[in-house]
């Protein structure tokens, strides 16, 4: 497998608080990778300084080759981001956003393509101020994907979500990764993690305290537990020490 995403021994503080301490990991090609934790464990941060975002105090990142701070310009070309609290001007029109978002990119892709793979035919002329949270994400994920990337990063990208909205977000986020597009997917869902991820790293206070596959985590915590059957949340917790409920 080609890995597109690499980091090694991040460090990142604020001030007395570190919100990084030592995080490593890597992202296959084709995958969606997940990072998972609770509110406060280094989630943020970390694909913050992989976007280039912010710069790390300590440690290395390549993305696809490239230096996130260094190559930033060349990396934005090649990367789609959907932020935690991205938010466009209320009276922009979801068709007027795409278009200009385009214009930033040397080989965007087709938004009217884009428009109907993502569902968004009927609210194109719709501004922004009157779309719903689902709408809104449908929205985000497109602008994320206007520069046809090779990588997209979505972070938390159905907080605040209705249940049928999370389900139809999900089936669009595994519609994306058929399309060829290697996903890092940041959560602290547990069933989303379980739903999409070929794999997750739980963070835990600005640490990774385990990478694997969603089923080998289970049945790493169902052992523990000594049961025949567990969850990712039993995992998560037997990791942490934490509920999910954050």
């Given at each position: 497998?080609t890995?597109?995403?690499?980091?090694?021994?991040?460090?990142?503080?604020?001030?007395?608080?570190?919100?990084?301490d030592g995080?490593?990991f890597?992202?296959d090609?084709?995958?969606?990778f997940?990072?998972?934790?609770?509110n406060?464990?280094?989630?943020?941060?970390?694909?913050?300084?992989?976007?280039?975002l912010?710069?790390?105090?300590r440690g290395?990142i390549r993305?696809l080759?490239?230096?996130?701070v260094r190559?930033?310009?060349?990396?934005?070309?090649?990367?789609?981001?959907?932020?935690?609290?991205a938010?466009?001007?209320?009276?922009?029109?979801?068709?007027?956003?795409?278009?200009?978002?385009?214009?930033?990119?040397?080989?965007?892709?087709?938004?009217?393509?884009?428009?109907?793979?993502l569902?968004?035919?009927d609210?194109?002329?719709?501004?922004?101020?009157?779309?719903?949270?689902?709408?809104?994400?449908?929205?985000?994920i497109?602008?994320?994907?206007i520069?046809?990337?090779?990588?997209a990063?979505l972070?938390?990208?159905t907080?605040?979500?209705?249940?049928?909205?999370?389900?139809?977000?999900w089936?669009?986020?595994?519609?994306?990764?058929?399309?060829?597009?290697?996903?890092?997917?940041?959560?602290?869902?547990m069933?989303?993690?379980?739903?999409?991820c070929?794999?997750?790293?739980?963070f835990?206070?600005?640490?990774?305290?385990a990478?694997?596959?969603?089923?080998?985590?289970?049945?790493?915590?169902?052992?523990q537990?000594?049961?025949?059957?567990?969850?990712?949340?039993?995992?998560?917790?037997?990791?942490?020490?934490?509920?999910?409920?954050?």
């Open positions: 497998m890995t597109v995403i690499e980091v090694q021994d991040l460090h990142k503080r604020y001030g007395p608080k570190v919100a990084v995080i490593s890597q992202v090609e084709g995958e969606i997940g990072i998972l934790g609770s406060g464990a280094g989630k943020t941060t970390t694909v913050e300084c992989v976007e280039g912010r710069r790390a105090d290395s993305v080759g490239l230096d996130p190559d930033h310009a060349e990396l934005t070309q090649r990367v789609g981001a959907q932020l935690q609290e938010q466009l001007p209320e009276k922009l029109r979801v068709g007027e956003a795409l278009s200009l978002y385009a214009s930033f990119y040397r080989r965007p892709a087709d938004p009217a393509a884009l428009v109907a793979a569902g968004l035919e609210i194109r002329s719709t501004r922004f101020g009157k779309l719903s949270g689902g709408q809104r994400q449908r929205v985000s497109a602008l994320a994907l520069g046809n990337p090779r990588v990063v972070d938390e990208l907080t605040g979500l209705d249940p049928r909205a999370r389900r139809e977000t089936r669009l986020i595994e519609e994306v990764r058929a399309g060829g597009v290697t996903i890092l997917l940041v959560t602290h869902f069933d989303e993690a379980e739903r999409l070929d794999r997750v790293a739980v835990d206070r600005g640490r990774v305290v990478i694997d596959t969603p089923a080998a985590l289970t049945k790493r915590a169902a052992a537990l000594g049961v025949e059957r567990a969850t990712l949340e039993d995992a998560y917790v037997a990791l942490t020490g934490e509920s999910t409920d954050v």
